[in-house]
């Protein structure tokens, strides 16, 4: 998959439509009743941006940068998206926590892909308000708790943290 990102795929403007499909369904999680999609969509999550990226830098090198301000406003309301999936109360709905632990188990592997189209400034802006979230619902239980764990562990592993 990743040498067909790199080396043949040429959707210079596939960046719109999957950052508005994913957000849509980031919006919708709370109202679905089957969660499948949402968590199918979720542990996918790390091929979702390798495509949203490669796509912006075909489109940014074609045009040489424009809407470079609304392809960053459009990440910055993805995450907000995101955030809100993590805020949302999962004590009575099973199906939404397994939704919110395959967000918490994907979301650092994007942090590499990110660095490509934002400073890592930003990319740690994100990564921090989606942690930050994780603190809002302790009720959730130890096997959620134990991905929140192992999330920070997968973002302090990430290229966030390598100072080199």
Not at 151 to 154: D, G, T, W
């Given at each position: ?9 040429a959707?210079?403007l596939a960046?719109k ?17 089957r969660?499948?999609?949402i ?18 830098l075909l489109?940014?090198r ?20 995101l955030?809100?999936?993590?805020n ?13 632990a395959?967000?918490l188990?994907s979301f ?22 989606l942690?930050?979230?994780?603190s ?8 959620t708790?134990a991905e929140?764990?192992q999330?920070?562990?997968?973002t302090v592993?990430?290229p966030?943290?390598s100072?080199?």
């Open positions: 998959m990743d040498a067909y990102i790199q080396k043949h795929f959707g210079a960046y439509e999957l950052i508005r499909c994913l957000k849509w369904y980031m919006d919708q999680s709370s109202e679905l009743i969660q499948d999609p968590q199918e969509t979720m542990r996918a999550l790390e091929y979702i941006f390798k495509f949203i990226v490669r796509s912006r489109y940014s074609a045009t040489g940068g424009q809407e470079d301000d609304d392809f960053h406003v459009s990440v910055h309301q993805l995450f907000t998206s955030r809100v999936v993590l949302l109360d999962a004590q009575h709905a099973d199906t939404l926590l397994f939704s919110q395959a967000l188990s650092p592997a994007i942090f590499e892909e990110l660095l490509q189209v934002f400073s890592l400034q930003e990319v740690c802006e994100e990564a921090r308000g942690l930050g979230c994780m809002s619902s302790l009720h959730a239980g130890p096997s708790d929140r764990l999330s920070v562990a997968r592993d990430s966030l943290f100072f080199s």
